[in-house]
């Protein structure tokens, strides 16, 4: 967790990471590589066809898995006073801002696994709702008032819960806090 010491003490911030996704990319860019080899040093006999399907797949195949893990490497929170925002990625896509007037209540989850939510990665399940889950571990579980929920995997997530329970709106039926 890492909270603001300078700037507007109103603002929670925290993050998650998962080193083990920086694998997964370095797979992706290995079939990247292999494609670009194929492509430059290649001499095949059998054709253009099987040449051209060979470095295509290998291209496409690598930049779909280096981006696809890089973009959930880690994930970024904010809860200001107003909305809860997730930022996912180096470049912070994609990105989902919740503002506090549809959140009902907040629960910590002590653990959450990717394996409940059928990966890493930005998840959605019926009858679960959907999911930021960039590791296994503790958690924070948004009930919105349409019925949905919204769970992020997220270091210190009873801080989290704490502030965002802080900041629900008293007067609304069913707010927990």
């Not at 958690?139 to 900041?167: C, K, P, S």
Request: with cysteine; proline share 6%.
């Amino acid at each position: 967790m890492r909270e603001h010491p300078q700037g507007d003490p109103d603002i929670w911030t925290g993050r998650a990471t998962n080193r083990a996704q920086w694998l997964l990319a370095l797979g992706g860019a290995a079939c990247m590589a292999l494609g670009i080899e194929l492509a430059v040093e290649s001499a095949w006999t059998s054709g253009i066809v099987p040449l051209v399907m060979s470095v295509v797949g290998c291209i496409a195949a690598g930049v779909l898995v280096l981006f696809g893990t890089l973009a959930f490497v880690h994930v970024a929170v904010k809860v200001d006073k107003d909305s809860l925002e997730v930022r996912c990625g180096h470049i912070g896509l994609p990105r989902r801002r919740i503002p506090l007037a549809l959140v009902a209540g907040a629960e910590f989850v002590p653990r959450v696994t990717p394996r409940q939510w059928g990966g890493w990665g930005y998840r959605w399940r019926p009858e679960k709702g959907t999911a930021v889950i960039v590791r296994r571990g503790e958690g924070v579980v948004l009930r919105l008032w349409d019925g949905h929920t919204f769970t992020i995997t997220v270091d210190n997530a009873e801080t989290a819960v704490r502030v965002i329970r802080a900041r629900l709106r008293p007067g609304l039926p069913g707010a927990t806090h």
